[in-house]
């Protein structure tokens, strides 16, 4: 299967304008991306921009710091898939609870998202550069849990994004648990897009989908990725 479908176009910059997310949904289209990742304000245009298409509308709560309430979190949640009619959520773990050893208030967190985008997916970005590696063990159980179908490595707004090491440990615990693994935070090209998949990621979230595509068409000889 092709790079492409692996990816979930991304623009989460809080200067995005209009004019971006409509070329965005329009590269998603052209390059046959697995899907875009917007904020909540534009998850409506998105909809509209990709109905009738395979391209997946995603968008993410509690973003970038995951601090928000719960019932914050929930509500935004709600309507972006009732009103929105959004593929997927991905939300920000409460890193707070987490450090602070709140396990408990962590899954309830997750719960009430995904109770509220109930019947589709949530993501959980547990923000991989903050963790050890005890601890991304540990999120993995805490986003299973709550009842997420994927965690998600990094918002990309931290210190630190996707890292191969990070994604095999986190597809391994994924994988026992029976979830799925999304990298995301400086994937810019082919080489390192297939790494992470190699490495065990289901999804790619990457600002450089067209980039990606475009060394995967001239690998394999010019045409555009099916």
Known sequence: MSVAKYLEHTLLKPEATVTDIMQLCAEAKEYNLGGVCVNTCYAGLARHLLNGTDVKVVTVVGFP???DRSEVKALATKLA????????VDMVM??????S??????????AAVVEAAKPYAVKVIIETCLLTDEEKVLTCELVAKGGAAFVKTSTGFNKGGATVHD????????????IGVKAAGGIRDLATAKAMIAAGADRIGTSAGVAICLDEAKLAGGGLPK
């Open 167 to 178: 994604v095999e440990i986190l597809a391994r615990e994924a994988k026992r648990l029976g």
């Open 94 to 99: 409460n890193m707070c609870a987490f450090k």
């Open 101 to 110: 050893g709140n396990y408990d208030g962590v899954v309830e967190d997750i």
């Open 65 to 67: 710091l995951g601090a």
């Open 81 to 88: 898939v009732e009103e929105d009619y959004v593929d997927e």
